[in-house]
Structure formats: structure tokens, C-alpha cells
């Protein structure tokens, strides 16, 4: 089985840039997860998608941050303008609808915001 | 407000003895607790869960052991190896069981170190 996939594996930006993130999850996988890991923090949901829907996405800085999953496969997410405290890395997971608890990580995107 | 707290940055055992990971939570609606495993540069990876109706779950050289009225719980490695260094990250999950219910609630974590 393949994993989550994401691109790109690095991204430097400057502040008040904007970028974009991709993920792929694993097929047939209808949960899909972005999180943000702050170094020496842990993970922290950003937006939870059920298919294409949106279930949770009460930690997403909605003035900056959109994420799209159109089709209820792969995703996108975005930032614009970017900010320094935006420096982190981005990471997409996905899980089957039910049960499913110990959903599967890509490796993630490490954004710098200079 | 951190729900879920790793009060050890990190653990240094030697290879062969005993590694005890502490987590704690303050949440009593978690209902499901899981660790997970990261190795820079990748993704964290599961590594194993309790459900709260359990206060001990084993896997081979891994057990994970919930004390609810403590909101405590710990994960041992017995015996550890040097490739179990890694961060480890303590979860918890709970709610409506209506698809909301499987965001996970991470610790910051603890980097284990497992000396030849």
C-alpha cells in the first residue's frame, strides 16, 4: 500500500508570501488531516476533511490559511500572506472513515517564512 | 491550554534495560490514547493505542499502560535497542463517535535515546 504523499519536502518563503501544499492519501482513505507541528511542539489539527467535506476546522487561522480537498481525494493547502510563526512542518494524514484511530502520516512539508 | 502534557523533553537509557515514556492528560472526555513514533525528517508513525476501558495493552516489546483516575499514562519498552531512538509522541482522542470524534490531541513529546 502507498503512503501519504506530500510536496513539496521543503519550502522557503519570504514573509507575506503565499504557498501551497499538497497531499495524496492513501486510496480509498475518505478522512484526510492537515496538522502543523511547530518545532518542539507537538502536532496540531489545522482542518479535518470527510471526503470533500469539512468535519473540523476550528484551529484554522481562516484570515491566512484555506484548504481545499475538491474531489474527496488529494488536497491542498494554503497560506497567504504568510507570517514568520507560520515556520513549520505541515503534515497530511489520512485514515478509513471508521475506527480508525491510528491514521497514517506523510512526512510532511517544512516551510521556512523568512 | 495543554491538554496533553510530556513533562520529559527527553530519556537516555542504555541498550537492553527499561524505557518508561510518561503522558498526561487533563481532558476527561479522551476516551482513546495512542503513541506514535517520529524519526526526523519523516512523518510520525503509530506505534501503538489503549482504549479507556483498558488500563493495559501489550505488543510485543511494547506496552502502554492508562491509569484513568491518575490521567496518567506510560509507555514501556522492554528491552530497548538503539534503533528505538526516536521522538515519541503521546496522543489522545474522544467525543462523538460522528467523525469529529478522531482528532488527536498530541503531547510535545519526548526524544529517547538508546545507548548501545
Known amino acids: 500500500e502507498a503512503g501519504v504523499a506530500q510536496s513539496p519536502r521543503y519550502k522557503i518563503i519570504e514573509k507575506r508570501q503565499s504557498v501551497a501544499f499538497w497531499c495524496n492519501p492513501i486510496?480509498?482513505?475518505?478522512?484526510l488531516y492537515w496538522y502543523q507541528q511547530i518545532l518542539g511542539q507537538g502536532p496540531k489539527l489545522l482542518i479535518q476533511f470527510q471526503n470533500n467535506g469539512v468535519v473540523d476546522d476550528s484551529q484554522l487561522p481562516k484570515d491566512r490559511f484555506s484548504a481545499e480537498r475538491l474531489k474527496g481525494v488529494d488536497s491542498t493547502l494554503k497560506i497567504q500572506p504568510a507570517k514568520l510563526e507560520d515556520s513549520a512542518v505541515y503534515l497530511c494524514a489520512s485514515s478509513r472513515t471508521t475506527g480508525s484511530y491510528g491514521y497514517t502520516f506523510g512526512s510532511g512539508t517544512r516551510l521556512t517564512v523568512v | 491550554d495543554q491538554q496533553v502534557k510530556q513533562n520529559s523533553p527527553s530519556l537516555s537509557v542504555q541498550e537492553g534495560r527499561i524505557s518508561i515514556l510518561n503522558c498526561d492528560y487533563t481532558?476527561?472526555?479522551?476516551?482513546?490514547f495512542l503513541w506514535y513514533k517520529k524519526y526526523p525528517a519523516e512523518g510520525p508513525t503509530f506505534l501503538i493505542s489503549i482504549s479507556s476501558i483498558k488500563d493495559k495493552n501489550e505488543d510485543g516489546r511494547f506496552t502502554v499502560f492508562l491509569n484513568k483516575s491518575a490521567k496518567h499514562l506510560s509507555l514501556h519498552i522492554v528491552p530497548s535497542q538503539p534503533g528505538d531512538s526516536a521522538v515519541y509522541f503521546c496522543a489522545a482522542s474522544g467525543g462523538r463517535w460522528d467523525g469529529s470524534n478522531y482528532k488527536l490531541t498530541f503531547g510535545k513529546g519526548t526524544l529517547l535515546t538508546v545507548n548501545p
Open positions: 481532558n476527561s472526555m479522551f476516551d482513546y
Open positions: 486510496s480509498g482513505h475518505a478522512t
